[in-house]
Each structure stands twice: as C-alpha cells, then as structure tokens.
C-alpha cells in the first residue's frame, strides 16, 4: 500500500467513524470544512474505480433518449474517462479527464476538444463532476444554512461557494445532507446572477467495500437531473455495478479511447 493509500485509509477510518454531524457544531468554519471532506472521503476509493452506467435523457418536443456508458477512474491520478458504448450511433465516443482539462473525443471527425466544466456530458443535464470523485472541500467553501425537512428525512442545508482560481460547473451550490447517514439529497446550482440552472436529487446510495481504501465507497446508485432553464429537460443515470479492481496503465491515454472505435 503506497502511503497516499496508507493515510486516506486512516482518514477513511477516522471520517467514518465519526457521528453525524450536528447542527450547533456546524457554525464553526473548521467543522463545515470536515464534513466536507467526510462527504469526499466516503465517494473516494484511493485506488480505480469502473462502473456502468444507463442515462435517460428526456427533452421537449424530442423522443426520449437512453445511452450506456463506461466511467473509469484513478482517484490517485484524478484520471477520469467516459466511455460511450449505446446506441450504435454514439459508440465510441467518450471524454478524458487529464491534469485538469476535460476533452471530448468523436470517432467520426477523429478530432479532440477541448472543454469546459459546463460541458453536458453527450448533450444531457449531467456534467463532469457528476461522474468524477467528489472535491467539495477543494473546491468550495461553505456556509451552514440550518436544518430542512425534505420529505422524510432532516437535512441539513449547505451554501457552497467557489474557492477564488477554481474551474467549477457552477460557482455556487446549495446542497441537502441527510443529518443521519451524511448521504446527500439534494443539490441546487446557481449561476453567478444567482440563476438557478439545475436541481439534482440523490434517491439511492450504495456501498462497496474497497480493498484499496480497506473501508466501504459510496456511490449514488440513482442520480436525477433536472434542468432549471428548459424546465422540460431533465436526465436519470442509474448505476447498474461498480467493479473497484485495478485497471489496466494505460486506459487514461487519448489513444486508447482512440482504439475503442476502430
């Protein structure tokens, strides 16, 4: 185990251990910023990460779409790659993440773009980071709001903010966390005129044991997207399985996506 490992393993076992948080200990700067990074640590394998991947895509006036897709991640690298394998017409087209640019492959052009973190992952509600590990505590800063009902569960409500020099979807982020199991519910982005440009919601969460990290990885098993500004559009991406075995070296290479659609 290499010692990136070793401490995320500890950290794991730390965050994870710890109670939910309470309410009264959020007004502190350094208790936000730790439940932060709890929420990091428990989507962070520390080792390769490869799942499939359905996602419905639903626009007005237009027949529903529903794609496949293979995400595979080296959380050590902050390597992330979009494999797209249905339908037909789409297969081979993918995005590579590599030392903090996102690019976009089409095997009919052959041709690389590079893009930006606002870029809809094949034309639906979804972005990068819906696929990547989470770096809220990189990111963002944060503001305690209170406690919320949402349903049946009581959420504690987060305002996240844009740390200054970083490239984010969207710069600010109101978040949902469920007060109990720290999963989070409910997520609302906002543009910089305070827009608000979509709404997520987190109905399903999973747990993998990862050997790498030697604790358990969550995942939201379903992911809901909803557009804000085309109040018709909307995406579902549903995890069908997580495999947390090492993948191959050199899977994060342009060329190997490249080879998928020759």
Known sequence: MTLRNLFGALLAAVLL???AARAADLKDPSELKKLLETLDDRQRNGGDYKSLM???QKEKDKTDVVREAVVYRRDAKDQLMILMTKPKGEAGKGYLRLEKNLWSYDPN???WERRTERERIAGTDSRRADFDE???AEEY???FE???KLGKFTALKLVLTAKQGIDVAYPVVHLWVDKETSNILKRQEYALSKRLMRTAYFPKWMKV???SKKSDVWFPQEMRFYDEVEKANSTVIVVKNVDLNALEE???TKAWLESKSR
């Open 54 to 56: 359905y996602i419905e």
């Open 141 to 143: 800063d944060a503001s």
């Open 109 to 111: 052009t052959g041709k």
């Open 250 to 252: 050199n899977i994060f």
């Open 209 to 211: 044991f990862s050997e």
């Open 134 to 136: 989470s770096r809220l």
């Open 146 to 148: 209170g406690e919320e």
């Open 17 to 19: 251990a710890a109670p």
